[in-house]
C-alpha cells in the first residue's frame, strides 16, 4: 500500500482506533497522513467517500464525520445494512492499523452562519452527520438545539452514553428526545409537528432512513417551517419511478453534449441514463460522488436543452433558475441537452 494520492484523488487513511458503538454499528478512527492533512479538513456534516475491495469488487460508499472538527481526530460510524457489501465488511473486518482509501471530505449538510434554534431529525444511522453538527454548535455558538431521535429499539442506539454526557453539560440549551419503534411503531406526522411547533424559528436538519425522512420532512413543512430553513441528507435514494423514465409528452432525447476539461464531447442518449451515467457511458471521467442528490460534487450548468431532477437536496433555488443541475439525478428531456461542468 502507498502513501500516494492516486489519479482520483484517493489517499490512504489508516484505522487508528476501532470502537465498536452497538452490536451492528462501529466508528473508526482515521489517521490522516500530515502531507493530506489540508485536503482532509472537514465541515460538519461532511462525509467523505471510501473506495474498499471486497471479494475482489471495488466498491465506493459515502460515510459522514461522526467527529466534530474542534475535536482532533476524525472518525467515520458505519452502521450494518442487512444484506449491504461494505458495512457489514467494515463491521466484521475492520481493525487497527489497516490501510483504507478515501476522497476528501465533501458534502453541503452544514451549519448555516446564524443563531437561531436548530432542530435535529435523526433516524437510526442518521445519527452521524447530527452529532457532528451538535458537537460543533454546541463548541462554537450558543444555539439551542433539540435532538429527536429514532431508533428501532433501545440496543440499536449509536452515541447513547456522548448524548447524555452532553446533555449533562449542556442541560441549558440541548435537549434529547429519543424515539422507539418497539415501544408502539414508526415516528408520526403529528408527533414531528408538535416538536416542530414548540421549536419555533429554527434551522431544521433531518437525516435517517429514506421513510422516516420523508414523514419527518412533509410534517416539518406542513407547521409552516420555509423550505430554506430545512436541510436534507439522504444516505440512499429511491429507486428511479418507472414514469420518471418515459414521461408522457417529453421529448424523446438523441444526444447530450458534454464540456469537461476544456472539451467538447457528443454522446449518444440511451432512454433512462442520468447526464452522469451518460458521460461516464462516452468514457468521460465526471464528477461524483454521493450520487443520491446530496452532496453537489457532480453539479453541471445547463446552458441548452432542457432536463429535470429526480432528487435534489443539495442546489438552492438560485443555482436551478441558473441551470444548474446534479447530474446523478437528472434526465434530459429536450432532443438535444448541452451541458458544461464548470
Ligand atoms: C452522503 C452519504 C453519507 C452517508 N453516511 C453514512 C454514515 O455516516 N453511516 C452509515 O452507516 N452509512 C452512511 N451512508 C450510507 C453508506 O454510504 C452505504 O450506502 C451503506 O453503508 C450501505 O452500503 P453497503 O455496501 O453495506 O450496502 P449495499 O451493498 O450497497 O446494499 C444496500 C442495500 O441494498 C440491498 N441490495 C443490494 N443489492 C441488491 C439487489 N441486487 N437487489 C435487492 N437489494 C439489494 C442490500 O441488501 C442492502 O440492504 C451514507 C451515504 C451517503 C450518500
Known amino acids: 500500500m502507498g502513501e500516494h494520492i492516486d489519479t482520483d484523488g484517493f489517499a490512504p487513511l489508516r484505522i487508528k482506533r476501532v470502537v465498536r458503538e452497538t452490536s451492528d454499528a462501529v466508528s473508526l478512527v482515521l489517521d490522516v497522513p500530515r502531507h493530506c492533512s489540508g485536503r482532509f479538513r472537514y465541515q460538519a456534516g461532511q462525509f467523505l467517500t471510501l ?18 472538527p474542534v475535536e482532533d481526530e476524525l472518525r467515520i460510524t458505519v452502521k450494518r445494512d442487512p444484506g449491504g457489501l461494505v458495512s457489514n465488511w467494515l463491521n466484521d473486518t475492520a481493525a487497527e492499523g489497516a ?62 452514553d456522548d448524548l447524555a454526557r452532553l446533555v449533562d453539560g449542556h442541560a441549558d440549551r440541548l435537549t434529547v428526545t ?24 429554527a434551522d431544521y436538519y433531518i437525516c435517517g ?17 420555509p423550505r430554506e430553513r430545512i436541510h436534507l441528507e439522504r444516505f440512499q435514494v429511491a429507486p428511479v419511478p418507472a414514469d420518471a423514465m418515459a414521461p408522457g409528452g417529453e421529448v424523446a432525447t438523441e444526444e447530450v453534449v458534454i464540456e469537461l476539461d476544456r472539451k467538447t464531447t457528443t454522446a449518444a442518449y440511451r432512454a433512462g441514463n442520468t447526464l452522469l451515467q451518460t458521460a461516464r457511458t462516452a468514457g468521460l471521467r465526471a464528477p461524483s460522488s454521493c450520487e443520491t442528490g446530496s452532496c453537489g460534487t457532480c453539479m453541471a450548468r445547463i446552458v441548452a436543452g432542457s432536463a429535470r431532477m429526480l432528487n435534489n437536496d443539495a442546489l438552492d433555488d438560485d443555482e436551478v433558475a441558473e441551470g444548474w443541475v446534479l447530474t446523478c439525478q437528472t434526465l434530459p428531456t429536450s432532443r438535444t441537452v448541452h451541458l458544461v461542468y464548470e
Open 178 to 201: 429519543q424515539h422507539f419503534d418497539e415501544d408502539g411503531g414508526v415516528v408520526t406526522p403529528a408527533v414531528v409537528a408538535s416538536v416542530a411547533a414548540e421549536a419555533g424559528d
Open 99 to 160: 490501510e483504507l482509501r478515501a476522497a476528501p471530505p465533501e458534502g453541503r449538510f452544514l451549519l448555516r452562519d446564524n443563531d437561531s434554534g436548530i432542530v435535529a431529525f435523526a433516524g437510526g444511522s442518521g445519527i452521524t452527520p447530527i452529532m457532528s453538527l451538535i458537537r460543533t454548535a454546541l463548541a462554537t455558538s450558543a444555539r439551542p438545539i433539540r435532538l429527536f431521535y429514532a431508533n428501532r429499539g433501545r440496543d440499536s442506539v449509536i452515541f447513547a
Open 209 to 225: 432512513p429514506g421513510p422516516f425522512m420523508d414523514t419527518v420532512e412533509s410534517a416539518v413543512v406542513s407547521t409552516g417551517v
Open 51 to 68: 473506495r474498499v475491495t471486497v471479494d475482489g469488487q471495488e466498491l465506493r460508499r459515502c460515510y459522514s464525520m461522526s467527529s466534530a
